[in-house]
């Protein structure tokens, strides 16, 4: 089995922790970032944008 590291699925905030992560991992791991956010009930506002940033900052996919 192998360790290597093939895709890695981030809950993505859309704030600076989860947008540098992303190209971290990417260049570190040579890994498919896939962005992932939930609606847990807050403001539908608070999700808006955080597809856009997510794939600017180098998620393969959101």
Do not use: H, R, W
Not at 21 to 29: A, D, F, G
Request: one cysteine or more.
């Amino acid at each position: 089995m192998s360790n290597e590291v093939k895709k890695v699925v981030l809950a993505y905030s859309g704030g600076l922790d989860t947008s540098v992560i992303i190209p971290y991992l990417k260049e570190t791991y040579n890994c498919q970032v896939i962005a992932f956010a939930a609606n847990v009930g807050q403001d539908k506002s608070d999700l808006e944008g955080l597809e856009e940033k997510a794939l600017k900052t180098g998620a393969d996919k959101f």
